[in-house]
């Protein structure tokens, strides 16, 4: 049976260690680290975790000002807002929170963030730095799970990592940071053939598809190690993860439960984030 990777232990650790780096900033430098989050009209889900940041925030000393606009803001008026927080002294980070609504173009509101404030680690610049392997603000959900995987005390290197899920917010990035850290990648997406068969063969899965279970307990490889991105709501039976968690846990040595796993680290990492943009303002030494 396999040991339960908690990831709201391992979200506690960073959220004491931020709070402990804030309170040292304020009395040694007299600084607060600010966070802005700016969220476009009123879709619930997003309303949820833009609160949710906020509290996170409030609880370990960084200062969070929260931008809300209407469902119907413009583009420009959008791009003028992060304009003003890109030249505000007092604001460290910048989080747009997405989706934003369709009349709205994405990449150029995020390319609009200036890459030292960018804290959720989306602008083209941080996604370079991060293929290229040089130091970049890495996106929170990510850099989360390398974080749990951290915690299991397993060696990546040489290991063969699958990851279930492209995206540029989670698929892509963690697929960058584990070919970083010597694991040999495969990333598998909608297209791929024979998805049971890549499975198999991980020592390291990392499952970030947004379906419910999809993802069967009797395709790991004994042993493997199992993170779950997944948050599938489903009547009846509450949050599910992209794995039949049951089955799979039955034969991987390390697995993430779903809630309880990912999700908390991704505000954690926000949080370290935003004290590191703080400190590199501070520092001058930009992004
Ligand atoms: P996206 O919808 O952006 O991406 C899903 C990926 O899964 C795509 O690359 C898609 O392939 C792939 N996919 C879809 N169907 C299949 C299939 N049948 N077989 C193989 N691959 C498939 O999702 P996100 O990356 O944004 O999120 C993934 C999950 O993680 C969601 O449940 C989301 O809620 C959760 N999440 C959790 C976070 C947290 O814990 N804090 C943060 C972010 C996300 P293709 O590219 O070909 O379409």
């Given amino acids: 049976m396999a040991e339960i990777i908690d990831g709201k232990a391992v979200a506690r650790e ?20 600010g966070l802005s989050v700016v969220l476009v009209g009123e879709d619930p889900a997003s309303q949820v975790y833009v609160r949710n940041k906020g509290k996170a925030c409030e609880k370990t000393g960084i200062r969070s000002v929260q931008h809300t606009l209407p469902e119907d803001t413009t583009q420009e008026r959008l791009l003028g807002l992060i ?14 929170q997405l989706p934003l609504p369709p009349h709205i173009d994405e990449h150029s509101v995020i390319e609009a963030i200036s890459p030292e404030k960018d804290v959720d680690g989306f602008h083209p610049f941080n996604v370079g730095r991060l293929v290229v392997g040089r130091p ?13 995987l951290d915690s299991t005390g397993i060696d990546l290197t040489g290991k063969e990592a699958v990851v279930v899920g492209r ?21 598998c997406h909608s297209r791929t ?12 899965l990392i499952g970030a598809v947004g379906r419910p279970e999809m993802i069967k307990g ?14 599938n709501r489903v009547p009846e039976r509450g949050l599910v ?19 309880g796993g990912v999700g908390p680290m991704t505000i954690a990492m926000l949080l370290r984030n935003t004290v590191e943009a ?4 501070a520092d001058g030494s930009g992004a």
Avoid: Q
């Fill in 278 to 281: 703080a400190k590199r303002a």
């Fill in 241 to 259: 993860g992209d794995v039949e968690f049951e089955s799979a846990a039955r034969r991987a040595s390390w697995i993430t439960p779903v809630p």
């Fill in 83 to 96: 304009e003003e927080l890109n030249n505000d002294p007092s604001v460290h980070g910048i989080l747009v």
């Fill in 136 to 148: 970049a603000f890495r996106p929170c959900t990510p850099a989360g799970i390398m974080r749990l």
């Fill in 14 to 33: 960073v959220r004491e260690a931020v709070k402990n780096e804030v309170e040292k900033l304020g009395r040694e430098r007299g600084l607060v680290p």
């Fill in 167 to 187: 995206s540029n917010i989670v698929g892509k990035p963690v697929a960058f940071m584990l070919l970083e850290r010597n694991s040999t990648v495969t990333i």
């Fill in 218 to 231: 009797e395709w790991i490889k004994p042993g493997a190690v199992v993170v779950d991105v997944g948050i």
């Fill in 193 to 204: 053939e024979d998805l049971p068969e890549k499975i198999a063969r991980a020592d390291v």
